[in-house]
């Protein structure tokens, strides 16, 4: 049974997002496509995934992490990348095709240049992966399943390699679930909570490349030599 939700991002990513509404990228993006994005692997730091949720009716309490992972947790790498390439097609100064095979750099290069783009290569990195089962709060009936997740986005050039764009995102999502608890609603908190930080990394990530690197403060005036 699903009574209700709540999605939890980081007071950081608040305020790319808020930023984001502020400053809108404008009519810069209307004249098409400015950078190309290659997609890398999901990569998840050692021990992100845990998780601690009972099985079956009366399932006992304070499992051990890891010890009820289930097989939807193997398919979250191909999850968080097909949300990934999702959040990107959204934004219009992206583009996910070259035109050109990107085994062959010289074509990449050539390619780029002629489409007037910058192109980068992204991976996103899982750092938390946890999923538990807490009491009802106070005044409820019933227990909440929630999910947390944190991970990264880091951007290089591509194909030269260098470190270009980043971004970070964080989300818990919570849902009221009665006993037991099915893998339906354990993948509907799972995809909700990735969904969510991946569009806050990628929105932040974006916001940071389109402003371009900080300018250097200026130097104060030199005083002439008596």
Do not use: C, W
Request: hydrophobic share 40%; aromatic share 4%.
């Amino acid at each position: 049974m699903r009574i209700s939700r709540a999605l939890i991002p980081t007071a950081l990513a608040a305020l790319f997002q808020l930023a984001a509404v502020l400053h809108p990228a404008g009519a810069a993006l209307a004249a098409g496509p400015r950078y190309f994005m290659k997609l890398g692997e999901v990569e998840f730091a050692a021990g992100a995934v845990k998780v601690n949720v009972p099985r079956g009716e009366g399932g006992a309490e304070g499992v051990a992490a890891d010890a009820s992972k289930s097989t939807l947790d193997d398919k979250a790498g191909p999850m968080a990348r097909d949300f990934l390439r999702e959040a990107l097609a959204k934004r219009p100064e992206v583009t996910l095709e070259l035109g050109a095979s990107l085994d062959d750099p010289a074509a990449v290069k050539a390619e780029v240049k002629r489409k007037n783009l910058r192109a980068y290569e992204l991976t996103l990195r899982v750092l938390k992966q946890e999923r538990s089962v807490k009491p009802p709060p106070a005044g409820k009936k019933f227990q909440l399943l929630e999910q947390n997740i944190r991970l990264s986005l880091v951007g290089v050039t591509f194909p030269e390699k260098l470190l270009a764009l980043g971004g970070d995102g964080e989300s818990t999502v919570q849902i009221e679930v009665g006993n037991p608890i099915n893998e339906r609603q354990e993948s509907e908190v799972l995809t909700e909570a990735l969904k969510d930080a991946i569009e806050q990394a990628v929105k932040q990530g974006m916001a940071k490349l389109i402003a371009g690197p900080p300018k250097a403060p200026k130097s104060p005036p030199r005083k002439p030599k008596k």
